[in-house]
């Protein structure tokens, strides 16, 4: 029978007769699956473990500096920060596309986790050939939704937190979670000790922000989104939503509409709300929010937000729309 504290232990024994003397390293993103992926591995190798967090300049608001404290302070992690915003943004100048999107930041991502992994190894007097090791938080959706047995002219989106491995450093692979799903992982953080405001943690893409900010993505756009953003989280919260809801954010549209603000005639941006109910993210519902938390998140959102004076709800399940707008 799966039980969690079977399955960590049986975990911890194999990643530490695996890696034996050699070392370990794992990209952070700040979401469950990366820091699940991370403590069991910790748990197993303690300081043979390095984690990389990189900000590509599309994450949430305040989100580099707390993930930070979060990971150091509260899980012990071994934690190596490199902020890349400036380099990731000049990279989506111009770009519209959201595959295009994805690839470029998928591929500045490997860029720069390539650069400090070289260091961390360096550093390791490991010659990164038969004992460096890449640990992922891959879970079994993403196995699914990425995977080539379709063919991948019917592969969903590419989801970069599969495969995408720095390509002349033979890391070898560890995915202690690739055959469980979300739930399985929460239970597995929490049996762990994980504190609640980590394994609670709703799905956040990894190229961030970009997927969400339709049309060009720029850091006065970033700094908008993350604005109505916090926004959404905040009510979710505080209406004791965040946890039934299995994604709730705000999308900003390449949409200006025209508004009143005081006896002032505004033309701004449009920002749409987006929030659903499901199991696995292979299928979704929009979720349907009380009218209360969807006023009070459209007057803050419109009068507390420069840059936005309309807010509509997307009312879409998947299929046939998807969870996010790209
Ligand atoms: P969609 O939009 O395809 O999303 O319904 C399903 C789930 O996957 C997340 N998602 C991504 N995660 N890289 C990721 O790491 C990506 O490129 C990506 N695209 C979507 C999405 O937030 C949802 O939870």
Redesign the pocket.
């Known amino acids: 029978d799966w039980t969690p504290e079977h399955f960590i232990q049986s975990t911890v024994e194999r990643v530490r007769a695996q890696v034996g003397d050699g070392h370990a390293i794992c990209g952070l993103s700040g979401g469950v699956d990366s820091s699940v992926a991370a403590v069991l591995v910790a748990k197993a190798i303690g300081d043979k473990l390095t984690c990389i967090f990189v900000n590509n300049g599309v994450l949430r608001k305040d989100e580099f500096a707390k993930v930070q404290t979060t990971m150091r302070e509260q899980l012990g992690l071994n934690v190596v920060a490199v902020d890349a915003s400036e380099r990731f943004l000049t990279k989506l100048a111009g770009v519209t596309d959201p595959e295009t999107k994805?690839k470029v930041i998928g591929g500045e991502f490997i860029s720069v986790f390539d650069d400090e992994a070289k260091k961390i190894f360096e550093a390791e007097k490991h010659d990164g050939k038969d004992v460096a090791w890449l640990v992922q938080g891959t879970l079994y959706p993403?196995v699914i939704?990425s995977s080539s047995v379709h063919g991948p002219s019917h592969t969903?989106?590419?989801?970069?937190?599969v495969g995408g491995l720095p390509a002349d450093m033979k890391l070898k692979l560890i995915e202690p979670l690739r055959d469980l799903f979300k739930d399985e992982v929460r239970r597995i953080g929490r049996d762990l000790g994980m504190p609640d405001d980590i394994i609670e943690r709703q799905?956040?893409?990894?190229?961030g922000l970009a997927?969400r900010i339709l049309g060009e993505v720029t850091a006065e756009r970033v700094a908008i989104l993350q604005e109505a953003d916090q926004i959404v989280v905040d009510e979710i919260k505080r209406a004791g939503l965040y946890r039934k809801v299995?994604?709730s954010f705000a999308v900003l549209l390449p949409v200006k509409s025209v508004g009143v603000m005081g006896d002032q005639r505004t033309y701004a941006n449009t920002c749409a709300i987006r929030a659903v109910e499901s199991e696995d993210?292979?299928t979704?519902d929009w979720a349907p929010l009380p009218y209360e938390v969807l006023r009070t998140i459209s007057s803050r959102i419109v009068s507390e937000v420069r840059g936005i004076n309309r807010v509509v709800y997307d009312i879409t399940s998947?299929p046939p729309g998807?969870?996010?707008w790209e």
């Open positions: 994805r993403d939704e969903i989106k590419s989801h970069h937190n799905p956040f893409p990894g190229p997927v299995w994604q993210g292979m979704a998947k998807t969870i996010e």
